[in-house]
């Protein structure tokens, strides 16, 4: 079992910045996948990015992409996203999640086994 904890969510301004963090416990997550996703009111849960546990290679969906910066300390079991220049339209629950299976990077949440709690990030215009 993995038990992942999100933080760093917050209301920032339009054009501002802020770094989530997911804190993961149960197992080391070097062996993981990981990816953000996140959901709006009303909308369904789109995938943001993810890390790939095997040579950490990163990949965006092209909302985030130029914006977004996902990274991994795997002596601290901690996955980051660092959002950037960040629009109103970010405004989400943003989820942490991790992927058991293989090398292969998925954007389709039913992939993933782990689920964080989410953290609301909210961006006034």
């Known amino acids: 079992q993995v038990q992942l904890v999100e933080s760093g969510g917050g209301l920032v301004q339009a054009g501002g910045s802020l770094r989530l963090s997911c804190a993961a416990s149960?197992?080391?997550?070097?062996?993981?996948?990981m990816a953000w996703f996140r959901q709006a009111p009303g909308k369904e849960r789109e995938f943001v990015c993810a890390?790939?546990?095997?040579?950490?290679?990163?990949w965006y969906a092209d909302s985030v992409k130029g914006r977004f910066t996902i990274s991994r300390d795997n002596a601290k079991n901690t996955v980051y996203l660092q959002m950037n220049s960040l629009k109103p339209e970010d405004t989400s629950v943003y989820f942490c999640?991790?992927?058991?299976?293989?090398?292969?990077?998925?954007?389709?949440?039913?992939?993933?086994?782990?689920w964080g709690q989410g953290t609301q990030v909210t961006v006034s215009s």
């Open positions: 890390i790939r546990w095997s040579d950490d290679s990163p």
């Open positions: 999640a991790a992927d058991r299976g293989g090398d292969t990077i998925s954007t389709t949440q039913w992939s993933y086994d782990y």
């Open positions: 149960g197992r080391a997550l070097r062996s993981y996948t």
